[in-house]
């Protein structure tokens, strides 16, 4: 794919992309210390998946000043499908878990 290209549909993005996307964006939570919030806002919006994904449309102008325009419109339309904010949170989940292991490994090595 080239560099320029740009997704209309969220078919057009690669399972690997999506993975990376939800990837980045855990991993950005966890390490805010958000996990609680996130889940729990996550939660709540499973619901309106779709709206949520026209607000970021909306708010794109403001929002492209601070992130990659690309891996925003990919999110977007990541957004529009249903089940996408389930592996936002199994992945959150699962980078918490991987930090508090680490952190127990780290605890244990230094007795």
């Known amino acids: ?4 290209f740009v997704p209309v549909t969220a078919s057009e993005i690669s399972s690997d992309r999506k993975k ?3 990837s980045k964006i855990a991993k950005n939570i966890v390490l805010r210390g958000l996990t609680a919030p996130a ?3 996550l939660e709540s919006v499973k619901p309106m998946n ?3 994904s026209q607000v970021m449309v909306f708010f794109e102008p403001i929002i492209l000043t601070f992130f990659n325009i690309s891996e925003y419109r990919e999110a977007s339309l990541m957004f529009e499908e249903r089940d996408t904010i389930e592996k ?3 992945e959150i989940e699962n980078q918490e878990n991987e930090i508090k292991k680490d952190k ?3 605890v244990k090595e230094d007795k």
Do not use: H, R
Request: hydrophobic share 55%.
């Open 39 to 41: 889940i729990m806002f």
């Open 104 to 106: 127990k490994k780290s």
């Open 20 to 22: 990376e996307i939800i």
């Open 1 to 4: 794919m080239p560099d320029n």
């Open 50 to 52: 779709f709206l949520g």
């Open 88 to 90: 936002l949170i199994n």
